[in-house]
Every structure is written in C-alpha cells, then in structure tokens.
C-alpha cells in the first residue's frame, strides 16, 4: 500500500504535465499506443490533482516516479527505429502509467479510511455527533458496508491478479468514501467547538453551585450566631 507523504503541493508545470505535451507532440510512431499513453496521462495529472485537493498533503512520490519511468521509455521509443523495440518501449510507458493511477486510487483509499477512522475514534463517544450530522448513524453503516465490498474486492483472486480490474470496480466504493470523509472533516471542527463551549459552560455552572453552597453555609452560620446572641 502506498502512503500519503506531506510535500509541497504539485507545480502548476509537474513531470506529469510536460509528459503530456511530450506526448501530444509526438511524431506518429504507434499512433494507437500513443492516444491510449495520451488519455492514461490525462487521468492521472486529474488524479493526482484530486489528491492535492482532497488531502492537502501534497504529491504522491510513488505515482510521479512512475510518471517519469513512463517518460523514460517514451523518449526511448523515439530514438528507436525498430517497430518491434518501439512497441515494447511505448506497452512499458503504458504499463507505468496505469501503476502511477493505481497508486493514486490506493492512497486515496487509505487516506479515506484512516480519516474515517480517525474521525470515530475522536468523537464517535460524543453526544455532540449527531447534533452536527444528524444521519451519521446511516453513515457509520454506509463505511461498514464500503469496507466490506472493498475486503470483498480484495480476496477475490482474479482482483488480486488484475490491479486493472480492481480499481474499476474500487471506484465507485472511492466516490462514497470521499463524500463520506467530506462531511465528517467539515464537522470535526464544529463538534470540537461545542464540546469546548459545553465544558466552559458546565465548569461555569460548577463555580455557581459552588458559590452559592458557600454563600448559604455562610449566611446559615451568620444566622444561628446572631439567633445565640
């Protein structure tokens, strides 16, 4: 599994862009490979774009190295006058762009999860929750059935075998997730405040019953002394 490394945000011109405008520019040797290498580098700069937006925690390394391995051996099957060495050269360049999309899908995946997680291990306890996301009952249920398909996903073998396959059928469980954990990062800050203001209040309703337990200790003391005089 890939981890979600914090680095500095993507720059506007990445690998990942000017591989793209290599490609666009690139004379007609494999045409066909060529479109399929255009649109896998399309979907994975959209990709990795939604990471940044998603997470706010930067690039993903693993994706972008294997963006550049996939640059490497597109300048190869430039320099290569061999139909046969050119086609081998563009299948690698393709092979490396779909990993780079399965690695932004997994790490998407585990950022989801680990938030939710982390999102119910903080106030899951609190009575304040519900307040704030009034179905959040349903939306426990809602990550337990996603988790579920996706354990599902993974022991089927043929999924194991095909990262391909996999992920098509991850996606639509990512989608769920990733409006899940939108509403549960918005309310983290929310449920926080309150809670803050509920002890500031109780410690406050705490100093007056405490006052006036002394305040009424003192005047009954007053009293019985001047009852004896």
């Known amino acids: 599994m890939v981890a979600i490394k914090p ?15 290599l490609v666009r520019n690139m004379p007609a040797k494999g045409e066909d490979e060529l479109k399929v290498l255009l649109d896998l580098f399309e979907q994975a700069e959209a990709k990795i774009k939604n ?16 963006l550049r391995y996939a640059g490497h051996h597109i300048v190869q099957s430039l320099l290569s006058n061999d139909t046969k060495a050119l086609q081998a050269e563009q299948t690698k360049a393709i092979n490396h762009v779909k990993r780079a999309i399965y690695d932004i899908d997994e790490a998407l995946l585990i950022y989801y999860i680990d938030s939710a997680v982390d999102f119910k291990e903080k106030y899951n306890d609190s009575g ?3 307040e704030i996301i009034a179905d959040y009952p349903e939306k426990l249920v809602m990550l337990d059935e996603a988790n579920t398909s996706i354990q599902q996903l993974r022991k089927d073998n043929n999924n194991y075998q095909n990262r ?17 954990v939108a509403i ?6 929310l449920i926080a405040n309150k809670e803050i203001n509920k002890c500031d209040q109780e410690l ?11 305040a009424t200790f003192f ?3 007053i009293g019985i002394i001047v009852a004896l005089k």
């Open 204 to 214: 406050k309703d705490k100093r007056r019953f405490i006052i006036k337990v002394t």
């Open 51 to 66: 990471v940044e937006q998603a997470t706010s925690e930067g690039v993903l390394i693993p994706s972008i190295n294997q």
């Open 219 to 221: 005047f009954g003391i």
């Open 164 to 180: 391909q396959q996999f992920y098509r059928q991850l996606s639509p469980y990512l989608d769920k997730l990733s409006k899940i």
């Open 128 to 130: 304040l929750t519900t």
């Open 184 to 189: 549960f990062e918005k309310s983290a800050p």
């Open 7 to 21: 680095l500095k945000t993507l720059p506007k011109k990445s690998n990942a862009w000017n591989i793209i405008i």
